[in-house]
């Protein structure tokens, strides 16, 4: 089946530093890409979507100039947490789609912790 | 809120029994899919099923789904060990490009 990867899977950062996450789609074009975060024992919340070649759709209540997304190309997503800080701590996850009506991929997700 | 609601929030259940978790849902949807995450791990798909599908299979997975109500049923028979894990429903919108996650399952498998 198709892959993402999602690198890297574990990251600690100091706050007020930028972390990015990094999403590619190894064998399929993805047209869209998804960025979620989890909190322990939550659900995923879905942070933003993104269109190759297009600026990033926002959920409500995500700072966009907090987290920067960048969809440059159709097989990369990059996540940028800028000026990070503790409650910024998650699971960070994306996902990839070819199409409207296709499987969604997941990558393996990254832990961030910020100190 | 978008989000799909799924229930039960947890489960515990006896090896060898079978399991059911349902999920709803407000608006039209593409596509419905189920996941299953172990702690602190990724997501595994388990099955996709289009708005157009009432009901596929794989394996001991069974999910439904009826449009007309806005809901979808994931069925895990004879339930193993290795099953206890957080289920999820994933809501592919019509309206837009968006994926959205359910509030998830806990499933306990007793031994």
Redo the contacts between chains.
């Keep these: 089946?198709a892959v993402v990867s999602q690198h890297p899977s574990r990251v600690i950062c100091k706050s007020g530093t930028s972390v990015k996450i990094e999403c590619r789609s190894l064998d399929f074009q993805a047209t869209?890409m998804?960025w979620?975060r989890q909190f322990p024992?939550?659900?995923?919340?879905?942070m933003a979507?993104s269109?190759e070649g297009s600026k990033a759709t926002y959920e409500q209540g995500v700072e966009k100039d907090k987290f920067l997304i960048n969809h440059a190309s159709l097989t990369l997503s990059t996540l940028t947490v800028t000026s990070a800080h503790p409650e910024d701590s998650s699971?960070y996850?994306c996902?990839a789609?070819e199409g409207?009506?296709t499987?969604?991929?997941?990558?393996?997700?990254t832990?961030l912790t910020v100190v | 809120s978008q989000q799909g609601e799924e229930d039960p929030q947890a489960l515990s259940i006896q090896e060898g029994e079978n399991a059911t978790m349902n999920c709803s849902y407000k608006t039209s949807i593409n596509n419905l899919q189920w996941y299953r995450q172990n702690s602190g791990r990724g997501l595994v798909h388990l099955i996709l099923i289009r708005s157009n599908e009432r009901e596929k299979h794989s394996g001991r997975l069974r999910v439904t789904l009826d449009t007309s109500k806005k809901s979808s049923s994931l069925l895990i028979t004879a339930s193993r060990a290795a099953d206890t894990a957080s289920y999820f429903c994933a809501l592919r919108y019509s309206s837009a490009s968006k994926i959205i996650f359910g509030s998830g399952t806990r499933l306990s498998i007793r031994p």
């Design positions: 089946g869209t998804f979620y024992k939550q659900s995923l919340m879905l979507t269109n699971f996850i996902s789609t409207r009506n499987e969604a991929f997941f990558g393996q997700g832990r």
